[in-house]
Nanobody, 124 residues
Framework: QVELVESGGGLVPSGGSLRLSCAGS????????VAWFRQTEGKEREFVAV????????FYSDSVKGRFEISRDNGKATADLQMNNLTSEDTAIYYC?????????????????WGRGTQVTVSS
């Protein structure tokens, strides 16, 4: 059974940091690109960051570039999203996803597997 489980969300003051983690199981995690998306109620889901299976190719949305860092540990089947200098605009449910396609394509495509999400709330 394929599973992606996010953790690390919570409440943080503006300017603070959070580290999200995504644990994958039930599939060949190290063959998959992993992407983070986020969604706020009433808005469309937004791409945040993606990392290729090897960790070599990484892409970020313009809104988080320079503040967020995506990484992965294939030995542990986990992928993390370090979020720094958070603002209220970053408040959302953050979803981890995985797909066999190239990382670049996941900036606009819909990944195959999804987690249930973790809430991140940034207080102003």
């Amino acid at each position: 059974q394929v599973e992606l489980v996010e953790s690390g969300g919570g409440l943080v003051p503006s300017g603070g940091s959070l580290r999200l983690s995504c644990a994958g199981s039930g599939f060949a995690f190290d063959d998959y690109s992993v992407a983070w998306f986020r969604q706020t109620e009433g808005k469309e889901r937004e791409f945040v960051a993606v990392i290729s299976w090897s960790g070599v190719n990484i892409f970020y949305s313009d809104s988080v570039k320079g503040r967020f860092e995506i990484s992965r540990d294939n030995g542990k089947a986990t992928a993390d999203l370090q979020m720094n200098n958070l603002t209220s605009e970053d408040t959302a449910i953050y979803y981890c996803s995985a797909d066999e396609r190239m990382a670049r394509s996941l900036q606009t495509a819909t990944p195959k597997y999804w987690g249930r999400g973790t809430q991140v709330t940034v207080s102003s």
